[in-house]
């Protein structure tokens, strides 16, 4: 039997910065600018509220900061409430059938912050989490939402481990025993989609991450063989009963998972099974000048698996609409958009809205595509209009942002400041874009300006 756990805790101890890939870089960076401004602007939203009055004030040097206040916190601590402001508003990145960025930067931003680690340590680190996560994924056939768990926080609490290993420069003894602890700590189910408790799942997974390499660092023990063994991570968190243990290919370190599938920055604030269908509804709108009243039925074929997260079909607030395909067309009909602005409970319950949920039909399919998402090979949609005709969209394979159809400079800075500007003055958060977009020659991510000199009226 292969020993899965010690080849990938080797991989994690010894990844040297300056031997990274530079399409690995790339993204590492895109994630953390993307992660860190959807942080600042979840900040406020109830979920962290909750989470963040529950937590105490740090007196310790070692601590780091709740984002964007600057409150000084434990960095378990941080790495929670940061974790849950990070993916509250569904606004985050996506790769590897989860959310990696979500929990990876705030355990990194966290432990971090207290080791005084530079940039160049905070991209190893995203890297080395990244790629467990895809490297422990790889071996799996089936699809983790299938089973009901949430991957961001099953693979993630590896992932977060390991990045956190990494910056503690754990050996690979210490970071085997972070990985192995780490993997009794994840948890999280599809059926808490469209709650609060989502969110916390990265919160949670990033906390664990921190919990995980500062117990190993002090000598507490887990299982070495904790993924590959018959009672061990990969077979009990199976979906489809066979993981690849023993006939897996282990190539972490030379198959650079990351600078193939990247990450998928969104861009809009719902479910990523959402956008492609989004993308081809707002290019009918676009094209045709599509109104409510014109439209009778809006047709959508999209695959078994994402129908499956998206399951309010008849959602009430905000938070039910991030997971309604239902709601992610409405929107794009009557606002001409899918933005913050419409996950709204005043704009869910209005009657034009409601009206339009009904005229939404879903078909699926168990087919899906190459790659990393347990997606459809793509989705369709097209629209029946009031006078019988039919206007189809081209299917959808890559949504707008993600790594093969990724946003330019430009385009990633403008939703930054659109996130950012929600709590931050413009000036200080072009300021902070451009900390992150150069962070390889930050000597200490100390230098960050995360916290809110004032926030904007």
Request: hydrophobic residues 45%.
């Amino acid at each position: 039997m292969p020993d899965i756990t010690r080849q990938t805790a080797n991989f994690v101890a010894g990844l040297v910065s300056s031997d990274l890939p530079d399409r690995c870089r790339e993204a590492a960076r895109t994630g953390i600018i993307d992660c860190i401004g959807v942080m600042i602007a979840g900040a406020r939203e109830q979920p962290v509220r909750i989470v963040s009055a529950m937590l105490a004030t740090s007196t310790q040097n070692d601590g780091a900061p709740e984002i964007p206040s600057g409150r000084n916190l434990a960095a378990s601590d941080a790495a929670l409430v940061n974790g849950v402001a990070a993916h509250v508003l569904d606004y985050d990145d996506v790769a590897i059938a989860g959310h990696p960025s979500a929990v990876l930067v705030p355990a990194i931003l966290a432990e971090g912050w207290s080791l005084r680690a530079n940039g160049s340590e905070a991209l190893a680190a995203y890297v080395a989490g990244y790629e467990l996560w895809a490297q422990v994924l790889a071996l799996e056939p089936g699809h983790l939402h299938e089973r009901g768990f949430h991957p961001t926080a099953i693979m993630g609490t590896l992932a977060t481990a390991a990045a956190c290993a990494r910056l503690r420069k754990l050996d690979r003894e210490k970071t085997a025993h972070a990985i192995a602890i780490a993997a009794s700590l994840a948890a999280g189910l599809v059926a808490n989609f469209g709650s609060m408790t989502k969110s916390l799942h990265a919160g949670r997974t990033a906390q664990s991450g921190v919990l995980a390499a500062r117990l190993a660092d002090q000598g507490f023990t887990g299982s070495l063989d904790v993924l590959e063994h018959r009672t061990g991570f990969l077979r009990a968190h199976s979906p489809s009963g066979a993981p690849n243990i023993e006939n897996g290919t282990i190539d972490i370190g030379k198959n650079w998972r990351l600078a193939e599938l990247g990450v998928c920055v969104k861009r809009y604030p719902t479910c990523y099974a959402t956008h492609r269908s989004i993308d081809a509804m707002l290019g009918l709108v676009n094209r045709h000048k599509l109104k409510p009243d014109d439209v009778r039925e809006i047709r959508v074929h999209t695959g078994t698996t994402q129908k499956l997260m998206l399951r309010n079909t008849n959602p009430q607030t905000g938070l039910e609409a991030k997971f309604s395909m239902e709601f992610a067309m409405a929107s794009a009909l009557i606002a001409g958009r899918v933005s913050l602005s419409e996950l709204t409970d005043e704009f869910v319950s209005r009657p034009d809205v409601g009206a339009t949920f009904a005229k939404v039909r879903c078909t699926t399919t168990d087919e899906t595509m190459v790659g990393d998402q347990p997606f459809a090979p793509s989705d369709q949609v097209s629209v029946v209009l009031a006078s019988g005709e039919v206007l189809q969209h081209d299917p959808v394979v890559y949504a707008k942002g993600s790594w093969q159809r990724p946003l330019s400079r430009e385009e990633l800075k403008e939703k930054f400041m659109d996130c950012a500007t929600r709590v931050f003055e413009r000036g200080q958060a072009a300021d902070l874009f451009e900390q992150l977009w150069n962070l390889e020659e930050l000597d200490s991510i100390h230098s960050l300006r995360l916290a809110a000199d004032r926030v904007d009226a």
